[in-house]
T-cell receptor, first 113, second 112 residues
Framework: DGGITQSPKYLFRKEGQNVTLSCEQN?????MYWYRQDPGQGLRLIYY???????QKGDIAEGYSVSREKKESFPLTVTSAQKNPTAFYLC????????????FGPGTRLTVL | QKEVEQDPGPLSVPEGAIVSLNCTYS??????FMWYRQYSRKGPELLMY????GNKEDGRFTAQVDKSSKYISLFIRDSQPSDSATYLC????????????FGKGTMLLVSP
């Protein structure tokens, strides 16, 4: 089955720890995106990547880092510098580089204890 | 002024009603318009995708774009309890390296 997978589904982190969220797609999509969703805030773009080994900051990149070493993988690291990391994190991909028709993974719920 | 405005709801309707969900936007460069459905604690699912002005129909769903008014709508006919979800509008500029701008979502509740 083609699709976007995110793991883990739930993640708990102590303050001061870095954590990495996984996002994998087998759709052969070019571009991949990370969003953060908070209640009442909608989706906010963290980072995106249109080709391997290249990525751009979104609206709220501070405290996050990404890599794109393979076309199918776009992991997100939430660093200890992120002040309010508790949120629902969504990964998306799109077949072209134009950012239209994005398809989303199931999400990872990160809670900082 | 926010780029995309969407009433958060909740919008409560009885089963079988026609539902109208709307977004307004301020950026005249937006060319592509999308509607996503998101169930609680799930990823958004792409429902409708339209380019420029006009209507697009898919089953019980109709997406409408009025670029002159900077206004988009999603109509759901014969609404079902399974339609209860949050509906997000999204839009982007011309193809190339555009990213999506999302509304904050409208929560819809369809009661049996």
């Amino acid at each position: 089955d083609g699709g976007i997978t995110q793991s883990p589904k739930y993640l708990f982190r102590k303050e001061g720890q870095n954590v990495t969220l996984s996002c994998e797609q087998n759709l052969n999509h070019d571009a991949m995106y990370w969003y953060r969703q908070d209640p009442g805030q909608g989706l906010r773009l963290i980072y995106y990547s249109q080709i391997v080994n290249d990525f751009q900051k979104g609206d709220i990149a501070e405290g996050y880092s990404v890599s794109r070493e393979k076309k199918e993988s776009f992991p997100l690291t939430v660093t200890s510098a992120q002040k309010n990391p508790t949120a629902f994190y969504l990964c998306a991909s799109t077949p072209g580089t134009g950012g239209t028709e994005q398809f989303f993974g199931p999400g990872t719920r990160l809670t900082v204890l | 002024q926010k780029e995309v405005e969407q009433d958060p709801g909740p919008l409560s309707v009885p089963e079988g009603a026609i539902v109208s969900l709307n977004c307004t936007y301020s950026n005249s460069a937006f060319q592509y318009f999308m509607w996503y459905r998101q169930y609680s604690r799930k990823g958004p699912e792409l429902l409708m995708y339209t380019y420029s002005s006009g209507n697009k129909e898919d089953g019980r769903f109709t997406a409408q774009v009025d670029k002159s008014s900077k206004y988009i709508s999603l109509f759901i006919r014969d609404s079902q309890p399974s339609d209860s979800a949050t509906y997000l509008c999204a839009m982007s500029g011309a193809s190339g390296y555009s990213t999506l701008t999302f509304g904050k979502g409208t929560m819809l509740l369809v009661s049996p």
